[in-house]
């Protein structure tokens, strides 16, 4: 069974920054998107950042220039680094991974951490 702990989330005043990361532990499996997305109150989860296993990334719009997503093949984790944080990024953040196990894909969700930027 796959399990993933997210920690790093806080309270951070605007022009902050925080630096999140995910850890996937479990079954035998082969991750090969791990990534983060969040969801503000009333608002759709949408997606922040995606790292694929050869090492491409990609991002929002919104975040490009002041997050940067990394990840340790060897640990299974990724890293999510906020810099310059506004107040529009308060919100749960959701780790994900997209992996194949069992002779099929699945995905999986971290439980979330709460990121809150004051301004």
């Known amino acids: 069974q796959v399990q993933l702990v997210e920690s790093g989330g806080g309270l951070v005043q605007a022009g902050g920054s925080l630096n999140l990361s995910c850890a996937a532990s479990?079954?035998?499996?082969?991750?090969?998107?791990m990534g983060w997305y969040r969801q503000a109150p009333g608002k759709q989860r949408e997606l922040v950042a995606v790292?694929?296993?050869?090492?491409?990334?990609d991002y929002a719009d919104s975040v490009k220039g002041r997050f940067t997503i990394s990840r340790d093949n060897a640990k299974n984790t990724v890293y999510l680094q906020m810099n310059s944080l506004e107040s529009e990024d308060t919100a749960v953040y959701y780790c994900?991974?997209?992996?194949?196990?069992?002779?099929?894909?699945?995905?999986?969700w971290g439980q979330g951490t709460q990121v809150t930027v004051s301004s």
């Open positions: 994900y991974i997209h992996y194949f196990s069992n002779w099929k894909w699945a995905d999986y």
């Open positions: 790292s694929g296993s050869s090492g491409t990334t």
């Open positions: 479990g079954s035998t499996f082969s991750i090969f998107n």
